[in-house]
């Protein structure tokens, strides 16, 4: 199992998430990092461990507020090594396209993000990775794209934004959900756990259902998951 640290990005800087109360993030501190600078966030996150694949939320794209566009080109340009997955909300195929043609990070396809109907063009197009978007009353985004399985790209992200940055434990009720939909329907995914991992133990539960792996922040930033640790599943 891989674990993929997260950074989120609003108005040029990493914030801390917590709960998707989107309006109420606010510039990160952490002891990873002198300042929520993109770069030197992530340059704390590297010194941590050889993290290979970065998570990055353009809560601004998202939102529909603007975007970070600038400070992803810059973070491409500094880490030139590191696999970018970008959750910009691109849930229109034109623009998931773009995406794959600026060579700045592989395309997230949130179904919050995500049209009804876009659901076969988007989901269809090459590379990109599915986050099965759930909040406190449940599933975000067209039921198609949740409940049909045959639809999903090769790797699936189960996102339950009520849980992120709350240290309440991975929704592993959701996974095993979704793990079960997919097998039912044929199909074999690569699920990735993301929101409420609260240190090394959820880790090794996620490795222990088969999930492939489990994107984080706040256990990384707040030393819930060490060096030693980081740099197992990095």
Known sequence: MQLIPVVDLKGGVVVRAHRGEREAYRPIQTPLSPSACPDDVVAGLLALAPFR?????????????????????DLARTFPGLELWVDAGEGDPARIAARAKS??????????????ADVEAALGAEGVILSLDHDATGARGPE?????????????IVMTLARVGSGEGPDMAALDRTARRAAGQGVVPALYAAGGVRGPDDLAALAEAGIAGALVASALHDGRIDRDSARFWA
Do not use: Q
């Open 53 to 73: 694949t970065l998570y990055v939320a353009d809560i601004d794209a998202i939102t529909g507020a603007g975007d970070n566009e600038t400070a992803i080109r």
């Open 103 to 116: 060579g700045l990070g592989t395309a997230i396809v949130g179904t919050e993000s995500l049209g009804e």
């Open 144 to 156: 198609r794209a949740h409940n049909d399985a045959r639809l999903w790209p090769a790797r699936v």
